[in-house]
């Protein structure tokens, strides 16, 4: 019989030192890589407020010449430019959550965002008023799936809404979270205490929405109710 | 929720990887130089063949015994029928009596079960060395020499051969066979740090007096009596040496359900006693075999079912919540995809878990070429579906045979073997 059995210390502590490093390793590489998250957001920001400039600049020309001949061309851009501004949204939110590091870095890029989508959504009132856009804007005010259970869902059945009714609806996302006065400055306007929350133009609806419920209040606000109306 | 299951997904991240790294090590140490023993005389060897309803197989198995490059008059074969109510008896007695001159004997007992039937051979074998041979394998003529010359030592209890999947037919039987072949090269790690965790039932070689000193085996319907006869070798400080050179062939499960009930057998009784052996836990007195073999049985169920759980929590959780919420547009998926378009990022890829995947695969690619140019086979030698699929399903299968146990052993319910 064995007299005395071999423990394999020096394997245990080499395994862990190793494992640990492998570990140590992927934090680090996690923290050079939101390091570069931040970069790129920074630098999509930087160019998304330069087309901001453009769009405003671009509809200041057309009201003070009258030239609505640009105004399909105009509006294209402006859409396209808030579709990616939305995607990056997206993408930042996503960031958020990986995040480790640098929390406040990103808290102050999503304000930054937000505020960037409200500027659109000002311009956008001034896109219908100057260009006669036929579009109805949607304020989406959200929260945390603990706070607002049902908010993945409202964002669900805007998506499909986005869907249907293309770039004649104009859906901007809200984090309700965000301490952002300007978003304090619209809750208080639109009366909102609860998530999830629609401003449809003016009309406040609150608590979960159905697909039928939405069409029916932006539809009705349209002079040529697009396509996708008739979905309803 | 999501707190919870991430947490656990990390902590079976760490663990799965620091066992992989452990075992990755212990595979670059290098083996130790093999000694081996050159017998004068061959020893008298016994072989127990345990049988309960086996006529299909009893002829295969018996024949193969019978067909041992060994001298004749040094083996001595017994078939326990443990209360058959088939014809195996008589399959069996139309065999032997093909081989008059040898020593076979078959006798009859009352079902006990696969330990009651081992001790009824062990009790009357005469044999120096008492083999166990499961009916539905075979091993290689000259199987019993080699094995015989691994017994270098008087603290050497046991040695068994490697364990090959006879005949694989079925996809689930092709992944079984790659299972088997880095099993074994798992087997002969655990062997370089004499921390070998069962003997299975085909063609080990006990030495008979050991099995008598530690108690014979045990009869109470323990669903793994062969892990459990390990166990109790190394509580009583003795070796058991996994073979590099001789083979058993054995048949494995052809479908789902015989493959289930094979694992939750396997597994519940894997469970079952380590916690009888639990003193032995991290105590040093048993080496290696305390500190990391045993925990790793224990935690091998605790990680399958948190990796099966994560799996299906993050597969299902997306699915049936994009399946309810289309209920809310009422199912109008072209519109939604009217809306979608792709935006990927390098910088959008997970970093952390690339590198844990990478490092995770990267020990098993190593693994998978060098367990199966010990077994002399290619990789792909069952082609490629069932290697991929067990790579990446075969766990999840495994999972859900966890899963089994764990309600099993919840629900208090009892197993018969």
């Known amino acids: ?232 | 929720m999501n707190l919870v299951a991430t947490g656990l997904l990390w902590f079976a991240a760490v663990v799965s990887l620091y066992f992989a790294v452990f075992w990755f090590l212990v595979l670059l140490d290098g083996d130790r130089p093999a000694v081996r023993r050159k017998w004068k005389e061959w020893p008298l060897v016994t072989v127990a063949i345990p049988a309960w309803n086996e006529e299909q197989d009893i002829e295969g198995t018996l024949r193969s015994v019978l067909a041992l490059d060994y001298p004749a008059d040094r083996l001595e074969i017994i078939v326990v029928d443990d209360g058959s109510k088939d014809g195996t008896v008589v399959r069996a007695q139309g065999i032997v009596s093909g081989f008059p001159g040898r020593d076979v004997r078959i006798i009859s007992q009352e079902n006990g079960g696969k330990g009651s039937a081992l001790n009824t051979a062990l009790a009357r074998a005469k044999g120096e060395f008492f083999v166990t041979m499961d009916v539905d394998s075979f091993i290689q003529k000259d199987g019993l020499k080699r094995l015989l010359a691994y017994f270098v030592d008087r603290d050497i209890a046991a040695v068994m051969p490697l364990m090959a999947v006879h005949e694989p037919k079925s996809l689930l039987q092709k992944m079984q066979w790659t299972e088997y072949i880095v099993n074994m090269f798992y087997k002969t790690l655990m062997g370089r740090l004499d921390c070998l965790h069962v003997v299975p039932g085909p063609f080990p070689v006990y030495r008979t007096e050991a099995l008598r000193k530690v108690g014979m085996f045990d009869a109470d319907h323990n669903l793994t009596e062969d892990l459990e006869m390990a166990y109790r070798l190394q509580k009583n400080q003795y070796r058991l040496v996994q073979a590099t050179d001789v083979t058993a062939m054995t048949k494995s499960p052809f479908t789902f359900r015989e493959f289930y009930a094979q694992r939750n057998r396997w597994f519940k009784g894997a469970v079952q006693n380590t916690w009888s052996y639990r003193k032995l836990l991290f105590d040093k007195a048993y080496g290696d075999f305390g500190m990391i073999q045993l925990p790793t049985v224990l935690l091998a169920g605790v990680l399958s079912l948190i990796l099966f759980s994560q799996l299906v929590y993050y597969s299902a959780k997306p699915v049936l919540e994009v399946g309810y919420r289309l209920w809310f547009v009422d199912f109008d998926i072209w519109t939604l995809l009217r809306n979608f378009s792709l935006d990927l990022h390098a910088l959008d890829i997970d970093y952390m878990a690339v590198l844990l995947s990478v490092a995770m695969l990267g020990m098993s690619a190593v693994i998978l070429w060098r367990s199966h140019r010990m077994m002399s086979a290619r990789v792909s030698e069952q082609g490629w579906i069932s290697l991929v699929g067990f790579l990446f399903a075969y766990y999840l299968v495994l999972g859900v045979a966890w899963v089994g146990v764990f309600v099993d052993l919840v629900r208090g319910r009892r197993q018969k073997w």
């Open chain 1, 1 to 232: 019989m064995v007299s005395v059995r071999r423990v394999s210390t020096e394997k245990y502590v080499a395994a862990g030192f190793i494992t640990a490093v492998i570990f140590l390793l992927g934090l680090f590489l996690g923290f050079v890589i939101e390091g570069k998250r931040v970069n790129l957001l920074q630098d999509i920001e930087d160019e998304q407020r330069v087309e901001f400039a453009s769009s405003q600049l671009q509809y200041a020309y057309v009201q003070s010449l009258q030239a609505r001949e640009s105004c399909a061309g105009i509006y294209k851009v402006f859409y396209e430019n808030l579709r990616r501004l939305d995607q990056t949204r997206y993408r930042l939110e996503k960031y958020v959550q990986d995040s480790r590091l640098n929390d406040a870095t990103f808290e102050l890029l999503k304000r930054d965002y937000t505020l960037e989508q409200l500027r659109y959504w000002m311009l956008s009132g001034q896109a219908r008023e100057v260009c006669d856009e036929d579009v109805v804007r949607v304020l989406y005010f959200y929260s945390t799936d603990e706070e607002c259970p049902r908010c993945g869902d409202q964002a669900f059945v805007l998506n499909y809404v986005k869907g249907l009714l293309q770039e004649r609806a104009l859906i901007f996302a809200i984090d309700a979270r965000l301490a952002e006065p300007m978003v304090d400055v619209l809750e208080r306007q639109h009366n909102i205490t609860s998530y999830p929350s629609l401003v449809i133009e003016r009309d406040v609806l609150s608590g979960f929405v159905s697909k039928e419920a939405i069409l029916g209040e932006v539809c009705g606000k349209y002079e040529r109710p697009p396509e996708g109306c008739a979905e309803k």
